[in-house]
C-alpha cells in the first residue's frame, strides 16, 4: 500500500492558462474523489468515481474544470483558463466500496495550485 | 443535505493541558462522523471515525471524541496535548450512501510552551 499519490504538487501558471492534474489512488479502491481547499477553509467536494463512471458533480465544478477516470485507474482534473480565483489545494481521495469496505477515505498530499 | 459547524477557528493550549474541539453537524438522515488532522504542508489524516455502536470512540494520538445523538455533536477531546499536536484539525460528516464528506471549516490548534 504506498498511498494516493498525486502530481506535480506545486504548480504555478498565469491567468487563462490551461492546467492538468494527476492523483493515483491506492491500487484495490474503486472510488475516487477529488476536493479543493482554500485557505483557511476545510476542504470541499468536488467529484467523485465509481470505477471508471463519474457519479456526481458539485455545483462548484463550473464549465471549465473536468475531471476523468479512464480504465477506473489514475485520474485527471484539468482546469481550462484558469482564474486567480482557481488558487488552491486541489486534494485526491480514495476509498473501497464492498464487502471490506471500512468507510474511510485516504487523501494524498495534495497539488497546491496559484494563478499569478 | 448535511453541514457541519467548528465552533472555534482557532484554540490556544498550553503543553500538557487538556484540549476540546466542539464540533455540531445537522443532517436529515443519519451519517458517518469523522475528524481529520491536517499537519502544516502535508494532506489529511484520519484520526477517528464513528459509524454506528459505541458512543465514545477511541482514535489515535491519544485523541477520543463522543457522539451525541440528542446534541447532533461530536467534539474531540485530549487530556493531555504535546507540541507535536499543533495542526488544524477538520470534523466532517458523510452519507453513507455516497461516503462523500461534508468537512466543517476546521480549528487550529495552538499549543504554547
Known amino acids: 500500500d504506498t498511498g494516493v499519490s498525486q502530481d506535480p504538487r506545486h504548480k504555478i501558471t498565469k491567468r487563462g492558462q490551461n492546467v492538468t492534474f494527476r492523483c493515483d489512488p491506492i491500487s484495490e479502491h474503486n472510488r475516487l474523489y477529488w476536493y479543493r481547499q482554500t485557505l483557511g477553509q476545510g476542504p470541499e467536494f468536488l467529484t467523485y468515481f465509481q470505477n471508471e463512471a463519474q457519479l456526481e458533480k458539485s455545483r462548484l465544478l463550473s464549465d471549465r474544470f473536468s475531471a476523468e477516470r479512464p480504465k477506473g485507474s489514475f485520474s485527471t482534473l484539468e482546469i481550462q483558463r484558469t482564474e486567480q480565483g482557481d488558487s488552491a489545494m486541489y486534494l485526491c481521495?480514495?476509498?473501497?466500496?464492498?464487502?471490506?469496505?471500512?468507510?474511510?477515505?485516504?487523501f494524498g498530499p495534495g497539488t497546491r495550485l496559484t494563478v499569478t | 443535505a448535511q453541514s457541519v459547524t467548528q465552533l472555534d477557528s482557532q484554540v490556544p493550549v498550553f503543553e500538557e493541558a487538556p484540549v476540546e474541539l466542539r464540533c455540531n453537524y445537522s443532517?436529515?438522515?443519519?451519517?458517518?462522523l469523522f475528524w481529520y488532522v491536517q499537519y502544516p504542508n502535508q494532506g489529511l489524516q484520519l484520526l477517528l471515525k464513528y459509524l454506528s455502536g459505541s458512543t465514545l470512540v477511541k482514535g489515535i494520538n491519544g485523541f477520543e471524541a463522543e457522539f451525541n445523538k440528542s446534541q447532533t455533536s461530536f467534539h474531540l477531546r485530549k487530556p493531555s496535548v504535546h507540541i507535536s499536536d499543533t495542526a488544524e484539525y477538520f470534523c466532517?460528516?458523510?452519507?453513507?450512501?455516497?461516503?462523500?464528506?461534508?468537512f466543517g471549516k476546521g480549528t487550529r490548534l495552538h499549543i504554547l510552551p
Open positions: 466532517a460528516v458523510s452519507d453513507p450512501r455516497d461516503d462523500k464528506i461534508i
Open positions: 443532517s436529515s438522515v443519519s451519517v458517518y
Open positions: 481521495a480514495s476509498s473501497r466500496t464492498g464487502l471490506a469496505v471500512n468507510y474511510e477515505q485516504y
